[in-house]
Each structure stands twice: as structure tokens, then as C-alpha cells.
């Protein structure tokens, strides 16, 4: 929703011009079963007991939550970064017009 010109000082888009959406590039998105999928993988490729801790918060209750808590307590975030979800995301690239 864009906000009144009198707060920002820039005048709204007008989402039906279409000079005005020819720049904006289209975010990709993921369904959260791809998103649950991608952690899943993760979790699979890790030691055993890693593997174990992981795939156990993703079946409890909040997992997309429990599990970004669970990497960074085992210290494992900078081998989640961009791989899991990215890895999905790459398959629909971003294009101009």
C-alpha cells in the first residue's frame, strides 16, 4: 500500500501505468512446501546428529521458525546461507520487462 504524498513527499504509483511498472522485477517466490522441502534437504546432508536435531524441530510445531533457531544454536548458519532456499528461488530467474 503506498503511503499519501503528504507523509513521504513522493507522489504514489499509479500500478496502472505501465511506464511505471517496467522497471520493477518480479520477486520469486516459493511455495512454504518447497521452503520446507529445501530445510529438509539441509537437514538430510548434515552429520547424524546434526541431522537429527534438525529433522525433529521440522516436525514439531513452527518449524520454519524452530529450525532457523536450531542452526544458529548448532553454530551451522553460514552453511545454511543462500543454500536451501536460493537453490529453489534459481529456478525462476529474475527478468526486466
Given at each position: ?8 513527499g513522493?507522489?504514489g ?11 520493477l522485477?518480479?520477486?520469486p517466490?516459493?511455495t512454504s ?14 552429520e ?9 524441530v521440522l ?10 533457531d ?17 537453490k ?7 527478468s526486466?520487462?
Amino acid at each position: 500500500m503506498d503511503a499519501p504524498e503528504s507523509l513521504t513527499g513522493e507522489p504514489g504509483i499509479d500500478w496502472d501505468d505501465e511506464d511505471a511498472t517496467d522497471n520493477l522485477l518480479p520477486i520469486p517466490q516459493i511455495t512454504s512446501n518447497e521452503a520446507y522441502d529445501s530445510m529438509d534437504r539441509f537437514a538430510e546432508k548434515q552429520e547424524p546428529a546434526v541431522a537429527e536435531k534438525l529433522i525433529d524441530v521440522l516436525n514439531r510445531r513452527k518449524p520454519f521458525r524452530n529450525f532457523k533457531d536450531k542452526v544458529i544454536e548448532l553454530g551451522i548458519e553460514d552453511e545454511l546461507n543462500g543454500i536451501p532456499l536460493n537453490k529453489v528461488m534459481q529456478r525462476k530467474p529474475f527478468s526486466i520487462g
